[in-house]
């Protein structure tokens, strides 16, 4: 995709540009090291997107686009720990190089360096953005206690999946639009717009995510093929398995999801419940409106269809990808 | 001392209005946790005192003071995983109670807590605080990095430990004075000179604190005879007798320092060293070179004498403490 190309390109030269050089090495290495290894850099973008949406100038968001950049990968440096998380984008993961609490450390670091690089900004827009930075940190921190949760909690229902995954993932696009078009001194109706519209984008590619995890193509997927269920994980798929299933099949999903094995026969046994119970189907649907509910937000925004053409793109390229 | 009692009930009463109601509990319990377990709070109590120093609206600087005891209680929790401590004011801490996750995860909730109790202040106030918060909060992680460091550091200097403590106790209380002091809106050169009281005092706290672990009441103190011996710690009374010492008085140590062992005789031999070189007088002298820096930052400011009574007793009752 050309725009999210040329998006990309400022961002990796601006980390480049922004690389710390601060002592002791020991602390922030580690955080030039996961920042410039990668990854789809979309929340930066969104930032970008959500600037010259509303016409602001680019260069002001520049700065504030790479603390979400930041922010994001000092949540990937605990979450890792916390997952026990061998790898990342195919690179060791810094408490794996370094020990837990190099990880610890330089995660704090990262996120203290995320407050710094809002400092360019005059009082109140400053105000403003670290307001919603600070929320969004907050409600994020939320979502992963209720992630770690769910792993013991015998029943999750559909609101509580929801809840989890908007605030593991939702909030933080929403966001990075808002910050961008606050930057750009957006009309309050159409950041918040912008903001839901980056907010169902995030439900919709978490769930998508949940899917291809099982039914995704798992080489383009880059990750262990049905990883979830191996981990028992309650996701959207197990979700509405488990609430269309009958009371049999419900004690069989309950069985297969208190085992902890490598065995593929778990996976194929659960695999073929969630096609019977048409979760496959369902979850697809789920993507679709969540998708369906950003666009209308889109549309109510004031600006001509034609600037909106990038957003569109975006959620194409999010939610119909493969992998 | 009265007035410090004032102050402490003031803030005890209002981290009590404060506790956290919000979900999930398991996010925020650990969090109520720490900061009711007590501690002296002398860094919110310096907020209030630097505000009414120059006569500032003492409530402008609660929910600020109370932000402060979250940061360092933030930075408490992740220490007490890095350094493995079991307990922390007589009660198990964070992560030996719930595990490391939830160590980790409360600890950032509790940093990004403490940012969000700035947000009463009106935007100018605003930003000039969490420019001081977020580089101080940058400052701690480096002083814990280089403190890390100096484990496997083989020589340490005087300036390395020097700026070592500065970073993990002096800037903090350095900010909190001078964060008391913009809300009452002082004179730029009252500000800085009162931070830099709490600079040298925080100094001054940290060296007694190294002295009074060797030759402190161990009863009073509160904690392990002698802990930083057995733990090989390079403390200011380790750098002095070592500097000061004999070629194969330092072979001696240097031999003495990378024995990890609980035999007694060892404490005796590095304590007698300590002495022999007269390390125990120079901390001393120490203690008080910046005791005297930080009086002197105190009379350079523009107020009575009156009013900086309680900066001097507190640093009396800091400096003069047998444990």
Known sequence: MEFLDKYQKIIAETIEKYKFKDMPEELYEPMNYIIS??????????????CELFGGDISKAMKPAIAIEYFHNFTLIHDDIMDDAPTRRNKPTIHTLHGI??????????????YQFFEDLEPELFKTCIRIFTNTGLRLCEGQQYDINFETQRRVTYEDYLQMITYKTGVLSAAAFEIGAAIANAAF?????????????????????????????????GKKHAGDIFENKKTILYLLAWENATENEQK??????????DNVEKIYRVEELFRRRKADEKTLQLVQKHNEIARNYLDKINVSDEKKKPFIELADYLLKREN
Request: aromatic content about 8%; cysteine-free.
């Open 37 to 50: 290894n990668g990854g789809k850099r979309l929340r930066p973008i969104m930032v970008l997107m959500g």
């Open 189 to 221: 109706q159409d950041a918040e717009n912008l903001s839901n519209f980056g907010k169902h984008l995030g439900i919709a590619f978490q769930i998508m995510d949940d899917y291809l995890d099982v039914f995704g193509n798992a080489e383009q997927f």
């Open 252 to 261: 069989e999903l309950d069985d297969l999801y208190s085992q902890k094995t």
């Open 101 to 114: 609490n190099a990880g610890i450390l330089s995660g704090d670091g990262l996120l203290l360096k995320a």
